[in-house]
């Protein structure tokens, strides 16, 4: 990545307004900060050369690649369909989940590593596809770490896929609940995993499918449900899920909590290996997961723009920020890095990859 001078029309500032970004000459030397107000002699001055802000531009090849958007709108196209009728859950169907399966794989096998976007698809009408999505990706790359492949590797994907089917026959007004369940209504959640189960069954899935889909909501130390299992006793299958699951729900706004940070929510899941997760399971969402590739971009709470430098090796969720542009979109000229390691204060809101041409 590097930084570049942009030039702009005259017309983008004007007298007695204050000036919109940091102006430089060609130079690059400084001849407005943002925020001063432009006076009739500056403005002079400004209209009798060309003036430039200060944008940056990635050049820096990196191995990370984003899941390609197109690819991903397939597959919720297809999630879509499934999910607006039950009964397209017919033999012929899963026969072509498994070929939007084979998709799945075929992009994250072309790439080293991928990053996923977890919340750019999100609308209020289709959250329940982009999390069978998500978990899908998610799940899958947890596979590969931890070294599944072929025909196992297509299960956990199909699984990702199909996990929530059972909440067709929960009602849409309980899932989108903006206040606190009832006991009733929870006892109607928690019945998405046997519903998803009868639904697979009449499509006649693989075994594993099935246990997938009805243990993805058990805990490590027997505290989920349907059948509380513990341990090695839940279908390994189904222990990914729920890490995939997890991550992706407390990622995701809804109607009743904003979503959490990334970061955040790796942390209180690492927080919740060998209780309520598998602890193989959450070392390998650990190493597979990418929050911030370096050279790209973040934006910070403070509203510090800056780009990822450095990641510590086993703190990927802090890592050494530049500073490019200060809480107020001034380009900060000085060498300044915060170190997240150290600054616990600060933390990263989004990534940024968009690229200025
Ligand atoms: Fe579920």
Redesign the pocket.
Known sequence: MKLILKPIPAGSFRIGDPAPLDLFDAQGKLLLARGQIVKASTFELLCARQIYVLEYECTTATKVQRFPTEIYRNILGFMQRIFYDASLVSPERLEQTMLTVENILRELGRQERTYISFNEFRTYDNNTYVHSVNVSLLATLIGQEMNFRGHELKLIACSGLL??LG?LSVPLEILNKPSELTSTEFALVRE??LKGVDLLRQANAPLELVGAIRS??ERWEGHGYPQGLRQRAIPEIARIIAVA?VFDALTADRPYRAGLPPYHVLEMIMAGAGVDFDPEVVMALWRCLILYPENSVVKLNTGEIGMVIAIPKNFPTRPLIRILFDRYGNYVSREETVDLLKDLTRFVISVDFQCVS
Do not use: G, L, P, V
């Open positions: 996990h929530d909440k998405h995993t993805h909501h699951d």
